[in-house]
């Protein structure tokens, strides 16, 4: 059964990349919204979701209560792509933009409190840990700002508030991420592991929000940010997908 739990993770990763190679080749072609282009991007959302599932499952625990978190999360990821692409067949531009935000805010609550149960598990970790995680991630959150302000010129007029909030929860479970991966045991191998699937994802999640964010605000349209955007987020996703085959 675990031999058949892993093939399959390894098959919902290869649908990935297959996957998302096409939806991005729609794009390409700047193919209108519509069933066809909205399928394609679900296929992409369901493959990681699905890979979680099996990497879970191939671990031996089941389905753990950090597992249980981690899984919620990708399945508010999948409902964020959902709403994020529907406009504008579905209400209008800011309610689309609205819920698949909240979708994608609730995700990267998920995902932290999973991070934050992991480690406090793992160290027995309190408020003064998250006190620190959360001023650290203020920090970060200062210079991605003062970057998209000063250096990347855009202007987010009455957004700038709530774009500064979300930035500081996704760089707040980013950070926790790295706390967790520190956390783990089981010497060198498991060290790469970890730092490769969970610190590596988290970084490339963050990263795919940040060009989305520039690609949103800029005036003109840039083929090479929406490319960027569907790589960082859908790799980042697949490795935080694949921690869970080791990381209960």
Not at 16 to 30: D, H, M, N, P, T
Not at 74 to 92: I, M, Q, Y
Not at 111 to 133: E, P, Q, T, V
Not at 192 to 212: H, P, Q
Request: with cysteine; glycine share 8%.
């Amino acid at each position: 059964m675990m031999k058949l739990l892993n093939l399959l993770s390894v098959l919902c990763l290869c649908a990935e990349a297959f996957a998302l190679r096409s939806y991005v080749g729609l794009i390409e072609r700047q193919t209108p919204l519509s069933a066809r282009t909205l399928g394609g991007k679900l296929l992409c959302s369901a493959c990681f979701c699905l890979a979680a599932l099996f990497a879970c499952l191939a671990g031996g625990e089941g389905v753990t209560p950090y597992a249980q978190w981690m899984l919620c999360a990708f399945g508010c990821a999948f409902l964020g792509d959902l709403f994020l692409h529907c406009w504008p067949k579905l209400g209008n531009l800011a309610v689309n933009y609205g819920l698949g935000g909240l979708f994608f805010l609730g995700g990267h609550v998920l995902f932290a409190l999973a991070f934050f149960r992991k480690y406090s598990a793992l160290r027995d970790a309190g408020g003064h840990f998250l006190r620190n995680i959360l001023l650290l991630a203020l920090a970060l959150d200062a210079v991605v700002i003062a970057v998209l302000f000063f250096v990347c010129k855009l202007k987010m007029g009455l957004l700038s508030l709530p774009i500064a909030l979300y930035a500081w929860m996704l760089l707040t479970m980013c950070c926790l991420a790295y706390s967790v991966a520190a956390a783990v045991g089981g010497g060198a191998a498991m060290q790469v592991f970890s730092t490769l699937t969970l610190r590596a994802g988290a970084t490339l999640f963050a990263a795919s929000d940040l060009v989305l964010c520039v690609a949103f605000f800029r005036k003109e349209k840039d083929l090479r940010l929406q490319k960027a955007n569907l790589y960082l987020y859908y790799i980042g996703q697949c490795l935080l997908a694949l921690s869970l085959r080791l990381i209960h």
